[in-house]
């Protein structure tokens, strides 16, 4: 069965600081894509990130980078320098090719950004 | 420019008083889900619309209703509202359904309260 783990629920840093939000995944299928959205106080769910099964090359965006790990099915994510911005909460989900049209997604981490 | 959106942004019923919500996409996308997301949860998907075929995820109550009368707009009934049914209700667009890669247009969702 799919499954995605957000072990971290809330996650408070001073300005500047890094962090990295943690996402573990489960699924049988070896087609599968990973995704990272964010959720603002607006509501509204932003992209920031989608990585195939088959590419674990590691991705850096700004601030932002993702390190695939398939041997222990793990895609975190780090904000480097973090800034007030960067609160929200932070969603990792996964789509396999049995549900293309379900995504897992995990319960989510709360990042506060600590001016 | 908002590309998916959702009205309104807070919608108070009161218990068992039918309510409506509403999205619309100016994408052009085939797909349109509505998700029901409740505090510190992950979103969980209701239903879709592949342009005018309608499917249901099997465990979503006979209490919630959609309807898309165009490409552009579909709407989320919930026939008596239950103070459980108290929740973010977000929309989101995509291209197609079935392929595994698509990523998901959010709207900044609907908070409903019900009394």
């Known amino acids: 069965a799919q499954k995605v783990t957000q072990a971290q629920t809330e996650i408070s840093v001073v300005e500047k600081e890094d962090v990295t939000l943690d996402c573990v995944y489960e699924t049988r299928d070896t087609t599968y894509y990973l995704f990272w959205y964010k959720q603002p106080p607006s509501g509204e769910l932003v992209f920031l990130i989608r990585?195939?099964?088959?590419?674990?090359q590691n991705e850096i965006s700004g601030r932002y980078s993702w390190n695939f790990q398939k041997s222990t099915s793990s895609f975190n994510f780090t904000i480097t320098a973090s800034q007030v911005v960067d609160s929200a909460v932070y969603f990792c989900a996964l789509s396999d090719v049995n549900t293309g049209n379900q995504f897992y997604f995990g319960t989510g981490t709360s990042l506060t950004v600590i001016p | 420019d908002a590309m998916v959106i959702q009205n309104p942004r807070y919608q108070v019923t009161q218990f068992g008083k039918p309510v409506t919500l509403s999205c619309s996409q100016t994408?052009?996308?085939?797909?349109m889900y509505w998700y029901q997301q409740k505090s510190s949860q992950a979103p969980k998907l209701l239903f879709h619309y592949y342009d005018k075929d309608f499917n249901n995820e099997a465990d979503t109550p006979d209490n919630f209703q959609s309807r898309r009368p165009n490409t552009s707009f579909c709407f989320l009934d919930i026939r008596s509202p239950g103070l459980g049914d108290a929740a973010m209700y977000l929309c989101?667009?995509?291209?197609?359904?079935?392929?595994?890669?698509?990523?998901?247009?959010f709207g900044s969702g609907t908070q409903l309260s019900v009394l």
């Open positions: 990585r195939n099964s088959f590419d674990e």
């Open positions: 994408l052009n996308h085939n797909v």
């Open positions: 989101a667009t995509s291209r197609v359904v079935g392929a595994t890669n698509e990523k998901l247009f």
